[in-house]
């Protein structure tokens, strides 16, 4: 019995730990290819995680710490072969908002404020996955994340700006943003402002001009690129030389300032559930933001090696490396675009490619931190800033333009939204009108009156083909699914067009693009049979779906159906007319 | 110009001024129809809007205030020739609930509370109007609504318990109730409790009992069903020749007492943003389940008659009303079931016939208010009970049980956050659980292969039917529209079903049941042709319907598209296998 139960337990283990899968079939090689990915990603992560701390208005030691045991987390449970966990700009952004509506920025509750918004997150992830509800997920549509993400960029960007001159300002959304900026600008520090603009020329032009100069010098294309993406490294190393000769800070220019040196601390998040019931608001959209931008990278890379992303899994593995933050000092990670992108394309084979990463760090917070202190926050401003403006891109209000009004109306209202209002309304606003502009859409569907097309057992609609009608036969095709939102435009359809035709002795629903008929419908259905009944007009159905027919099968609606249900159309039509020659000839 | 503009005016006026059509063919026999339907309409209605008003835990004087101008206001702006508008049960229930979140009943505040929230109300709904948005009102489910109001049934019907018994009783859910009875039914009342279960027995009994008795003595059939329906006058008058002759204010039973006698008064709603803020909420529940409940007692009634309802007028319409209910006294109103079925039975033939229920009520407001003041409110809470047990119905929980398990789910949830959270927790529920319910099903589309059904053009599941395939080409039929809840769901079904089948080269999508594709489809259509293309398969359409195939033309997607979009599918198998044969034959 017990034993029964550990091989069951074992049988189960790889779906639930995917590092039984990959593991055994470790060898030298793959070690070898993720060590070297490991080491580029780890040179990358350094500036970015303290970025992305002080974009969280954290310490800077709490970006490292995020990094760590996360992504070790991450490699024991993800599915992602390529996908590099950590803190990134939006979830960074959006840690920000939420903690600093329950605690000033600076003051200890802030960081137990973020570690707990971490564990509520990491715990909700962890929940969606054992529930399997990864499909939440779809919910945000292709164009209200991009909207979302180019708003959040910008808002980024614009939040920096004080560190690049060296003041303060303060604010969730642009107004606020830039009114605060206004106001402070007369102080800006010039020393501060001058060291920000010089990184943030180097930046750009180490992303965009140096792979083009080292592929001229014939330097292999993957080498360039990946050589391109460590500016921010440039940069920090070049700064902290420049602070730490000419004393910048006693020029005012604002340093990170010295960091514990050391490996993450075990912390605990709060259990209040006062904060909890604050935050977990925050927690929710955090989670589901952070899950599609990592689910969506891990499938781009996952695609390109033909392997597959189980979304469920990954929920686990995300939950996983948040929970693992809440306890070891970090704020809530997920799998970020650009270092996974370097992490791949620097050949990373497997999730250990991860865990060497997390050894990396753990050697430069042990190592480095004592040269950390002389980096200005202006140089992790400007890489924030790099980072985020390849994010910004308006194609997409070009192309649903053209598209579909909805989805441009989608995408602008996201946009606007988040810029005016902040990121946690942009998400939620972005949520709501993705699902109204599709109920609006299916609520008012496409019905057209179909014929045959002469000589072919095939029906079109009338408006747009030669077709053969008649008219004691009205044939009509919903071309939508028939539910709540949908079931009384179909009863005001149907009398309309009934109405307009006295000859009429059948209608047919043609139900091809009938896909589910839910209690609403089946009650208008049953309406609309009674209505035609007492006009002395007969109602069928025809092409059911087999789905759907096995639904209808044994409701009062089929008992009670004045007409027949054809299997296809054309035999519908075979049979009406015939039954109606017959009808005549006997007359 | 002018006279250009006027006379556009006049074109547009019967559109929003439904009076102006139906007036021009009012002649005395209508006149006549409607007014019999009137005086039958104002008997029922005195107790009705007296019992509403007490429910709403206002003033009695104020429901028959809210029963006089509205109705003369939908008469004028409304379309159903039998709606009766005034005070009705789950939205006295609910005007309850929203405005004792803000004041004390009994205080001025309170009053001034409901004319806000009928001001609010009416607001909304001639915005909605305006908008043309009467589609919201869709997204109630039949089920969600059919839990709801029998849940509300039994609130309401538990909450008048308290006037039987004599006792007081507090609660907004049935736990608070149930409790708050347990608690104080040591202080029953045995004048008021023997006066309450006599007029319950009496009431039951004229429901059911004196239809059949009257028909037995050859009354005519809709003559007995309104004697029926007059049960609670009779019980108002019995009851307050009781109350008058045996003094029963003095033995403890509580009476109605003096109210003002006469027309209503000019009252103006608050215009606080602060109580506006507090009740806006509510108005908008409150608006749309009173417009869910009149737009459907409306259409019922007009389908009887051939005639049609405009929803986006009927807003506009119960807007006027609630608007006139704000400044004359009232509190909000809709459009009632069962004083709308007695309407329509007596006759009423224009919405005329309620303006002259207004004059009688205005005539009873003025003469019979000395009586009315020795109504025993028990009375009243038998004559709620009576009413509302009616719309307890549970069998819609055995009908979606057998049809549908996610619509079950959808009433039982409605119905238990209705009894144990109170009613806006249990609208809001019910609507998210409807659109939970149609995302769920749409986001995991059936996805059917289909082969030829021998000796026709006819394609269908290769499951379910004998039918002819072909090694080398895939034909998958998407049972759903493409958007962002499926998208990535279509992309796994596709990938999983290719790498199944090694010697395939070309793939059809049939989109005969695809009635639209948004953006984040299109992306996601985009990725399947590349990575089909990557493995050598060619990705073709057939069966696209007219407006998604005007959309799709123009679109990368199609342009990148390696395969071709077939008008049918059997033309697609055609070409498709004649191409392959000559490939065979040339090789």
Known sequence: MIKQSFQKLGKAAPRYLPILTWSKTYNRQIFSDDLMAAIIVTIMLIPQSLAYALLAGLPAQMGIYASMIPIILYAIFGTSSALAVGPVAVVSLMTAVAIGKVADPGSAEFVTAALTLAFLSGAFLVLLGILRLGFLANFLSHPVISGFITASGILIATSQLKHILGVSAEGHNLPELMASLAHNVQNTNV????????????????????????????????????????????????????????????????????????????????????????????????????????????????????????????????????????????????GGFSRSVVNYDAGARTPAAGAYTAVGLALASLFLTPFIAYLPKAT??????????????????????????????????????????????????????????????????????????????????????KVITQDTILSLRVDESLYFANARFLEDAIAREVAERPPLKHVVLVCAAVNHIDMSALESLEEINDRLNDMNVKLHLSEVKGPVMDRLAGTDFIKKLTGRVFLNHHQAILELSAQQDDSLSSA
């Open 191 to 334: 020393y501060t402002a001058a060291l920000g603009a010089v990184a943030l020329v180097l930046l750009f032009w180490i992303r965009s001009g140096l792979k083009p100069l080292l592929q001229h010098y014939r330097v292999p294309s993957n080498l360039a690129a990946i050589a391109a993406k460590t500016g921010p490294v440039i940069a920090v190393i070049g700064t902290i030389l420049l602070a730490w000769t000419f004393d910048l800070s006693t020029r005012g220019v604002a340093l990170i300032g010295e960091i514990p040196q050391g490996l993450p601390p075990l912390t605990l998040p709060s259990f209040s559930t006062t904060l909890w019931r604050d935050l977990i608001g925050s927690a929710v959209i955090i989670s589901i933001i952070g899950f599609v931008e990592s689910i969506s990278v891990a499938q781009t890379l996952a695609a390109k090696r033909r392997q597959r992303i189980d979304p469920d899994q990954e929920l686990i593995g995300l939950g996983a490396a948040n929970l693992g933050a809440a306890f070891t000092g970090g704020f809530p990670v997920t």
């Open 380 to 465: 992790l401003a400007a890489t924030i800033i790099v980072a985020v403006l390849s994010l910004v891109d308006f194609s997409i209000l070009k192309k649903t333009w053209h598209y579909s009004k909805a989805d441009f109306a989608a995408v602008c209202t996201t946009l606007l939204v988040t810029l005016l209002f902040g990121v946690e309304l942009g998400v939620i606003a972005g949520v709501l009108i993705s699902l109204l502009v599709h109920l609006y859409n299916s609520s008012r569907p496409h019905i057209a009156i179909v014929g045959q097309v002469p000589g072919t057992e095939h029906y079109r609609n009338i408006l747009r083909h």
